[in-house]
Every structure is written in structure tokens, then in C-alpha cells.
């Protein structure tokens, strides 16, 4: 079955950086569009990050120039470098993808920013 695991997460000062990782099995990972999601307390979920499977990137103007979403279709991992972080980027993001009419999502990983 479709497995994904998001790890990194964690305490990070204003202007720091971290690395988000998405751990994919149970699927052909090369072949379907992966996604970034966050979701802040008491906000509605919001699209971070899209990486196609050609390796074409798209992302939410309110981290575009600091975030870089990749993917290693080997290792079958996808990753998020988050950079210059701010408080509101504090959230839970997860890892997406869809195919065949379903939706999947990963559990999540908490990152919090802040001094």
C-alpha cells in the first residue's frame, strides 16, 4: 500500500533552515506528481510546493525564493529545503500525492520557527 513518511521537522530560530523528507513506498514514485502541504493551527491546509514527475517545480508565493522542493527517484524521497524561515511558516507539513482518484498523505511533521 502507499506509504508516506515525513521526518525533519522541528525548532528552528527565525532566519534558520531545515530539510523535510518524504520517504515514498508502495507506488511507482517516478511516475506521479508529488506534492508539499502545510497546514497552520486554526488555517485551512495550503499548497507549499509541486515537483512533476519531469522534475518541473511550482510553489506558493508565500515561500517562493526561500523554499526548494526535490526528488531523488531513486531513493524515492522527496525533500523540501526550507530557508530564511519565519514565524508563519510555522505549521504541520505533509507530503501528497494522488493517482487513480485517490489521495494520499503522509502524517506529518511539525515545524516550528521561532526565537
Known amino acids: 500500500q502507499v506509504q508516506l513518511v515525513e521526518s525533519g521537522g522541528g525548532l528552528v530560530q527565525p532566519g534558520g533552515s531545515l530539510r523535510l523528507s518524504c520517504a515514498a513506498s508502495?507506488?511507482?514514485?517516478?511516475?506521479?506528481?508529488m506534492s508539499w502541504y502545510r497546514q497552520a493551527p486554526g488555517k485551512e491546509r495550503e499548497l507549499v510546493a509541486t515537483?512533476?514527475?519531469?522534475?518541473?517545480?511550482k510553489y506558493g508565493d508565500s515561500v517562493k525564493g526561500r523554499f526548494t522542493i526535490s526528488r531523488d527517484n531513486v531513493k524515492n524521497t522527496l525533500y523540501l529545503q526550507m530557508n530564511s524561515l519565519k514565524p508563519e511558516d510555522t505549521a504541520v507539513y505533509y507530503c501528497?500525492?494522488?493517482?487513480?482518484?485517490?489521495?494520499?498523505w503522509g502524517q506529518g511533521t511539525q515545524v516550528t520557527v521561532s526565537s
Open positions: 508502495g507506488f511507482t514514485f517516478r511516475t506521479y506528481v
Open positions: 501528497m500525492t494522488w493517482g487513480r482518484g485517490v489521495t494520499y
Open positions: 515537483a512533476s514527475t519531469s522534475g518541473t517545480t
